[in-house]
């Protein structure tokens, strides 16, 4: 369980295992999108997430800290989901997954911004206190920054000035 909670011992690494967990989160989902596509990233997205509300459900269950900072297949759900857009707008323009890489910086720098400041409903999953809410504000983080990427795609190609 730790191995999957921990995303294979990345959680451990000081400082900010978060951070750690959204970059490490980066070349896998690279690797998944040049395997299999937006539509291989969005399954392994969804399998992370059954196996890490598993994971974080059997480690919370036996102490005290409902969502230690060494969890972070949070973190790399979350992270996956930012990467959405930039993975099927690739794909529908039929270029490089790498030729997009300044949504790959903003999704991961939306996405931090949305997890580590946690604004409405962010906060609001994370104040749940059990596994869902750990795995779920991250989900919530990562489509707002999701849309926000969206957003700024479409301001910088011109289509929403």
Do not use: C
């Not at 999704?107 to 795995?135: E, N, Q, S, Y």
């Amino acid at each position: 369980m730790k191995l999957i909670a921990s995303f294979f011992g990345v959680g451990y690494l000081r400082p900010a295992p978060g951070t750690w967990g959204s970059l490490a989160a980066l070349p896998v989902g690279y690797v998944l999108l040049l395997a299999g596509g937006f539509w291989l990233l969005f399954a392994a997205t969804l399998i992370a997430f059954v196996a890490g509300l598993i994971a974080t459900k059997a480690i919370i269950a036996t102490g005290d800290d409902h969502d230690p900072s060494w969890i972070v297949i949070d973190e790399v759900v979350g992270q996956w989901i930012a990467l959405f857009p930039v993975a099927y707008g690739a794909a529908m323009m039929g270029v490089e997954y790498w030729q997009l890489y300044p949504g790959w910086i903003a999704g991961f720098a939306l996405f931090r911004l949305f997890d580590i400041r946690k604004p409405w409903l962010v906060g609001m999953a994370d104040r749940r206190g059990d596994a869902l809410g750990v795995m779920l504000d991250d989900v919530i983080a990562g489509v707002f920054a999701a849309v926000v990427t969206i957003v700024l795609a479409g301001i910088a190609h011109g289509v929403l000035m």
